[in-house]
């Protein structure tokens, strides 16, 4: 994955006309709120709850869409379908892949926040 690429703060900032500092919040927020929706994810699967599992990729999904994290966004949608089909068990490679998203975007804010200290 492409960290520069995939996490455009500049690219987002002008497609939602908003600032460097409340992009930089947005991001900081969806790191947030995706790792929780993840936990929730690694909580239900053993469970068999494909609902909840639906749910948490699901808004992780409209998040990542929203700023254009596109393969975040394509590792919750797949998870989703695949619990909407009730085939939990082939969800292990879509959380991974999901997890593997949400800590490139972790590296990248930290970084980003190196980038910007004097």
């Known amino acids: 994955m492409n960290t520069r690429s995939q996490f455009d703060m500049s690219a987002v900032s002008a497609n939602l006309g908003l600032g460097q500092e409340q992009i930089r919040e947005?991001?900081?927020l969806f790191l947030e709120e995706g790792l929780r929706h993840l936990r929730t994810i690694d909580e239900a699967l053993p469970a068999a709850d494909a609902q909840r599992v639906q749910l948490a990729a699901h808004?992780?999904?409209?998040?990542?869409?929203?700023?254009?994290?596109?393969?975040?966004?394509a590792s919750a949608y797949n998870l989703e379908r695949l619990a909407r089909e009730q085939h939990l068990a082939q969800a292990s490679p879509s959380v991974a892949t999901?997890?593997?998203?949400?800590?490139?975007?972790?590296?990248?804010?930290?970084?980003s926040a190196k980038d910007t200290r004097p």
Do not use: V
Not at 59 to 73: D, H, R, S, Y
């Open 59 to 73: 808004t992780i999904k409209g998040g990542a869409a929203m700023l254009g994290f596109n393969e975040i966004e």
């Open 98 to 111: 999901l997890r593997a998203g949400l800590q490139s975007l972790a590296d990248y804010l930290g970084a």
């Open 26 to 28: 947005l991001f900081d």
